[in-house]
């Protein structure tokens, strides 16, 4: 496996970025089917200013990638994503510490990460490599998918 910074997004990465705006969707609960030109436009909302773009390849082939945002001296991890046929076989924990370096070498010493609440198995791989604080979390007024309730530091939101 090799990671290499990208610069603009390519046929494979649209591909990859696709599934992954397919994969909000299901976390969203948004039952709509993701179209070429939202492909196209999640490849590229993610090469915007600010941003770094790094993928997991094996051989010639991206099977994942990871995107820093940088504001203000905070570096933000604001996606990592692995296809799906090709997750278990360490590509997000290798992508995931490249990030990490890559922060470290910037003179950084946090790495803030955005997570989705039902995304229990991003929580987990976090917990595994030792993020345990909670430190932001987002509410707004109207959310138009009927969502469960969780209940966070003892208040109760929907979700």
């Known amino acids: ?16 970025a696709g599934l992954f705006r397919e994969r909000l969707h299901e976390l969203n609960r948004l039952e709509k ?59 997000a924990s290798a992508l995931f510490d490249h990030c990490e370096r890559y922060v470290q070498e910037q003179g950084v010493d946090k790495l803030f990460i955005y997570v989705h609440p039902d995304n229990d198995t991003m929580i987990g791989f976090l917990r595994k490599k030792g993020y345990d604080a909670l430190n932001l979390i987002e509410i707004t007024k109207k959310k138009k998918t009927k969502g469960r309730e969780i209940e966070i530091l003892g208040h109760t939101y929907r979700y």
């Open 1 to 16: 496996m090799t990671i290499r910074k990208l610069l603009r997004p390519d046929d494979d990465f649209t591909r990859l």
């Open 33 to 91: 089917e993701v179209t070429p030109a939202e492909r196209e436009e999640e490849a590229r909302a993610h090469f915007q200013a600010g941003k770094t773009v790094f993928g997991a390849y094996e051989e010639e082939e991206i099977v994942a990638f990871a995107v820093l945002k940088e504001e203000d001296g905070v570096h933000w991890l604001d996606w990592i994503f692995v296809d799906p046929e090709k997750r278990r076989k360490g590509y």
